[in-house]
């Protein structure tokens, strides 16, 4: 492997998903990564843990899924681009650390490779049984933000968004794969290093005297500092003022909490990531994400065979839902159609949009049809064209 100062790879290669995951993660200035074994995310830190004496950093290999999403926070406060890797008990195991990243607005990414459960279920099949969770898996209000990618070029490019979306916002990003994408293998393109747009850590150029670590700057979002540099300030999960200390007030309760909530908005509203294909003749929308959306690529052809007006929206933006742009669809569409990996999911939040739409837009309520799969295996695109046909009718 050649990789340049950086220790960016460039040129193309042929990489698995988990591979093309620790490329962008590198390509994002990822010098330290904490994790423990869980098929079938390990190929990610592996190779991180390969490549990174060669680019200056660290890898760390934890006694448990609780220590690897706590010490990539200690290394972000002292400085790294840091991200973890697990799948779905291990990501349950995280839940209280992805909550505290919340509250202490610790920029970080957590990659979730998604398999077969509950518990230990299908360690090493697929599922997306983990979305929801991904929303809602810690206590309290906070903003989310999590990308799906449904390719090894994706699963580069979408680490490097997600690193980038953490230090804009100051909050932990999900990248939430699937077994299948990330075991799948395919080229990958890396462009030069100077071609990659990284978003820089929002360090603070205040003099310690006058620095607040929770003040939030005209978007909401703090300056960060770090440990070592002469700054004083407090980190803690406790309701916090702008200081960092503990504040046990309804006031600074509300304050907080709404910001935390709110900071990241314009995601959702303006920097939503999604592909749509003929949505502005489609009778059938189909909605889907990961690796789904490539078996209902092959469902959505054969509808169009049959004279089906059948379209296309793939979630890449999961968290928050872009409900916006889905809900305008229903000025043409009558149905929409959601395969998903798990027993219904993310076909609620498509239920949500569709259902309650912005004034001006059909008060016909549009059919909302799920395609569920308790994972194992993926769909057949018969089972998906089944469920156009049905919606079409």
Not at 91 to 99: A, C, K, P, R, V
Not at 249 to 258: F, G, I, K, N, S
Not at 275 to 280: D, F, S, V
Not at 287 to 308: C, D, F, L, P
Request: aromatic residues 8%; hydrophobic residues 40%.
């Amino acid at each position: 492997m050649q990789a340049d100062p950086k220790g960016v790879l460039t040129g193309a290669h042929f990489l698995d998903g988990d591979h093309a995951c620790c490329e962008g993660a590198l390509a994002a200035g990822a010098r330290f990564a904490a994790g423990y074994p869980i098929t079938p995310s390990t190929e990610v830190v592996e190779r991180f843990a390969a490549r990174i004496p060669t680019v200056g950093g660290t890898f760390i290999q934890m006694e448990d899924e609780l220590a690897a999403s706590i010490a990539i926070q200690g290394a972000v406060w002292g400085g790294a681009k840091a991200f973890t890797v697990t799948s779905g008990p291990g990501f349950s195991l995280m839940m209280e650390h992805i909550g505290y990243a919340a509250m202490t607005e610790t920029p970080c990414v957590f990659v979730n490779v998604q398999r077969g459960g509950p518990s230990t279920g299908l360690p090493t099949l697929p599922a997306q049984a983990d979305m929801m969770q991904a929303r809602w898996g810690s206590h309290g209000d906070y903003g989310v933000l999590a990308l799906c990618p449904n390719s090894p070029q994706e699963c580069f490019d979408l680490t490097i968004k997600a690193f980038n979306l953490s230090e804009q916002y100051r909050q932990p990003v999900f990248v939430m794969m699937d077994e299948c994408v990330g075991h799948m293998t395919e080229k990958v393109v890396i462009p030069e290093a100077s071609e990659i747009d990284i978003y820089p850590r929002r360090h603070t150029s205040r003099p310690p005297a006058d620095y607040r670590p929770y003040e939030p700057m005209a978007d909401q979002v703090p300056e960060m500092a770090h440990a070592g540099e002469g700054y004083r300030f407090h980190v803690t999960g406790l309701t916090h003022d702008e200081r960092g200390y503990p504040s046990m007030t309804v006031e600074t309760q509300d304050r907080l909490v709404r910001r935390l909530v709110s900071k990241s908005a314009p995601v959702a509203e303006q920097e939503a990531l999604y592909e749509t294909e003929a949505p502005e003749d489609a009778d059938v929308v189909v909605v889907s994400y990961g690796i789904t959306s490539r078996v209902a690529e092959k469902a959505i052809k054969m509808a169009r065979a049959q004279g089906v007006r059948t379209g296309k929206f793939r979630l890449i933006t999961a968290w928050p839902f872009p409900a916006g742009p889905l809900a305008a669809l229903t000025r043409h569409a009558k149905a929409f159609v959601v395969p998903e990996l798990n027993l219904g999911q993310m076909v609620h939040e498509v239920e949500r949009a569709v259902w309650d739409r912005p004034p001006g837009l059909s008060v016909l309520k549009p059919r909302v049809i799920p395609v569920t799969h308790a994972g194992g295996s993926v769909h057949q695109p018969e089972q998906i064209l089944a469920a156009i046909l049905e919606a079409s009718r």
